[in-house]
């Protein structure tokens, strides 16, 4: 058990610094969003599971699938909300889209 909550650990540790150093490395909000929200979902998944793994109790641990829901229910919703408010506030240009599904014409 030991081993795995370490693994589990150092795995979270690094997905949320890769994810860290995406925020400080890609050029655009698009970008960087992604680099907030997903390593550091993953990242958080997995340091919550190594926690988990050295509870003491089931209940002890209930506390942390808590966290996790909350995490799985925010970020996402934070994430596409802020994306969108740039679009409409014309601060992302429509020509890096890759597909634009709001109607407009780039």
């Known amino acids: 058990m030991t081993a ?3 693994v589990l650990l150092l795995a979270g540790a690094a997905f949320c610094a890769a ?3 995406g ?3 890609f050029p ?3 970008t960087r969003l992604h680099a907030a929200t997903k390593p ?3 990242g958080l998944l997995l340091v919550l599971a190594g926690a988990a793994l050295r509870a003491e109790s089931v209940a002890a641990a209930v506390p942390l699938l808590l966290v996790a829901v ?3 229910m925010t970020a996402p919703i934070t994430a596409q909300t802020i994306a ?3 679009y409409r506030a ?3 240009d429509p020509a890096t889209l890759t597909l634009d599904e709001t109607g407009r014409a780039t």
């Open 4 to 6: 795995a909550s370490a």
């Open 19 to 21: 994810g860290a150093l």
């Open 23 to 25: 925020m400080l490395r």
């Open 28 to 30: 655009d909000l698009l």
């Open 40 to 42: 550091q979902t993953i």
């Open 70 to 72: 909350f995490q799985l």
């Open 84 to 86: 969108g408010g740039a």
């Open 90 to 92: 014309g601060v992302i």
